[in-house]
């Protein structure tokens, strides 16, 4: 594979090569517009090596850095807190960034590896889909927790999930043991292979045992914010007042549909069930404690590093690890 240089960038990218090192170095006195063609540039040539060639005489530790989508979810707080916490080698620096969900992570992989010395990644939160394929020249172990990158292109990525398809199946079968038919499905878009479209699938098996289909007037796609959630709840509701229970895709969406529906005077579990994922632990401080699938974050942080560690030490190769969670039935789902 070709080997770019910072002029090569500035010319592909029509810039000056002190606007491409601004770039790099993340001034703010660069556009929007141009930091995104310059990073785009770098994205499509793997430009990744060169800070990290300077970063070797510059250091004698390493860095891995903790790349968090998402910066007010509290589950990836508490799995980032928990992986900050894990035993580690006394030269290892953790760095952790925290980026919008609507954000690129994989460019900011690449816009990282170009600033500083990395020598390991772990991706918290992301999405497997077309983005990802920027990452495939990239020689620098990672790792994604709670999504699988198994059958990717992506040789130096290994994972840790949850078994995602199987923890939503029990949690939807669990609604509809309890005598619900219209149940709400609340998630993020079913597109790309991640945590979100396995619930989905999920979900749908536990409807199909059933003979029943996922209608899909009542799945209810929303960002994972408590603000988009209630709204989105507050829509559904009001055009659906028969639908009787809600599969929620994380604690924050069933949070902020538990407050819609109290705010439309529906009353959790009388009239409508909710069940969440994740097991954040304001959950079993709310009124009603909210049912949920615990995911086991002590043992995807400490996994997710040891996977990581492996890669780094030994140059072990990718590894895929699928993980129990639990369903837990709480106060927000009727007997």
Same mark, same amino acid.
């Given at each position: 594979?070709?080997?770019?240089?910072?002029?090569?960038?500035?010319?592909?990218?029509?810039?000056? #090569?002190?606007?491409?090192? !601004?770039?790099?170095?993340? !001034?703010?006195?660069?556009?929007?517009?141009?930091?995104?063609?310059?990073?785009?540039?770098?994205?499509?040539?793997? @430009? #990744?090596?060169?800070?990290?060639?300077?970063? /070797?005489?510059?250091?004698?530790?390493?860095?891995?850095?903790?790349?968090?989508?998402?910066?007010?979810?509290? @589950?990836?707080?508490?799995?980032?807190?928990?992986?900050?916490?894990?035993? !580690?080698?006394?030269?290892?620096?953790?760095?952790?960034?925290?980026?919008?969900?609507?954000?690129?992570?994989?460019?900011?992989? =690449?816009?990282?590896?170009?600033?500083?010395?990395?020598?390991? =990644?772990?991706? =918290?939160?992301?999405?497997?889909?077309?983005?990802?394929?920027?990452?495939?020249?990239?020689?620098?172990?990672?790792?994604?927790?709670?999504?699988?990158?198994?059958?990717?292109?992506?040789?130096?990525?290994?994972?840790?999930?949850?078994?995602?398809?199987?923890?939503?199946?029990?949690?939807?079968?669990? *609604?509809?043991?309890?005598?619900?038919?219209?149940?709400? #499905?609340?998630?993020?878009?079913?597109?790309?292979?991640?945590? /979100?479209?396995?619930?989905?699938?999920?979900?749908?098996?536990?409807?199909?045992?059933?003979?029943?289909?996922?209608?899909?007037?009542?799945?209810?796609?929303?960002? *994972?914010?408590?603000?988009?959630?209630?709204?989105?709840?507050?829509? @559904? @509701?009001?055009?659906?007042?028969?639908?009787?229970?809600?599969?929620?895709?994380?604690?924050?969406?069933?949070?902020?549909?538990? !407050?819609?529906?109290?705010?439309?005077?529906?009353?959790?579990?009388?009239?409508?069930?909710?069940?969440?994922?994740?097991?954040?632990?304001?959950?079993?401080?709310?009124?009603?404690?909210?049912?949920?699938?615990?995911?086991?974050?002590?043992?995807?942080?400490?996994?997710?590093?040891?996977?990581?560690?492996?890669?780094?030490?030994?140059?072990?190769?990718?590894?895929?690890?699928?993980?129990?969670?639990?369903?837990?039935?709480?106060?927000?789902?009727?007997?």
């Amino acid at each position: 594979m070709k080997i770019y240089t910072i002029r090569d960038i500035a010319e592909m990218a029509h810039v000056s #090569v002190t606007t491409v090192s !601004r770039v790099l170095n993340d !001034r703010p006195d660069v556009s929007r517009e141009t930091k995104e063609r310059v990073r785009r540039v770098m994205a499509e040539c793997h @430009f #990744v090596g060169n800070a990290n060639a300077r970063g /070797l005489k510059q250091a004698d530790g390493e860095s891995v850095a903790l790349i968090i989508r998402g910066r007010n979810n509290p @589950f990836l707080n508490a799995l980032t807190e928990t992986m900050l916490r894990c035993p !580690r080698r006394e030269k290892t620096a953790l760095l952790t960034e925290y980026i919008d969900e609507r954000d690129d992570e994989f460019l900011r992989a =690449l816009t990282l590896l170009n600033r500083q010395r990395i020598a390991g =990644l772990i991706f =918290l939160g992301s999405r497997i889909d077309q983005r990802c394929e920027v990452l495939n020249g990239v020689n620098v172990p990672m790792v994604f927790a709670t999504v699988s990158t198994e059958g990717t292109a992506m040789e130096r990525a290994s994972s840790v999930t949850m078994d995602d398809r199987e923890m939503a199946r029990q949690a939807v079968e669990a *609604l509809l043991a309890r005598g619900h038919e219209q149940i709400a #499905v609340f998630g993020g878009r079913r597109t790309g292979d991640d945590s /979100l479209v396995l619930r989905a699938l999920g979900a749908e098996d536990a409807l199909r045992s059933h003979g029943k289909a996922l209608d899909e007037a009542h799945y209810v796609e929303t960002r *994972l914010t408590l603000q988009d959630a209630y709204e989105s709840g507050l829509a @559904f @509701f009001r055009r659906s007042p028969r639908a009787d229970a809600a599969f929620c895709m994380s604690d924050t969406v069933a949070l902020g549909v538990m !407050r819609a529906l109290t705010d439309l005077g529906r009353r959790v579990p009388q009239d409508v069930s909710v069940i969440g994922v994740d097991g954040v632990e304001i959950g079993r401080y709310t009124i009603p404690r909210l049912s949920t699938v615990v995911q086991p974050v002590e043992e995807i942080a400490r996994d997710s590093m040891a996977v990581l560690r492996d890669m780094m030490e030994n140059h072990a190769p990718a590894r895929h690890i699928t993980l129990k969670g639990k369903l837990e039935i709480r106060e927000s789902v009727r007997d």
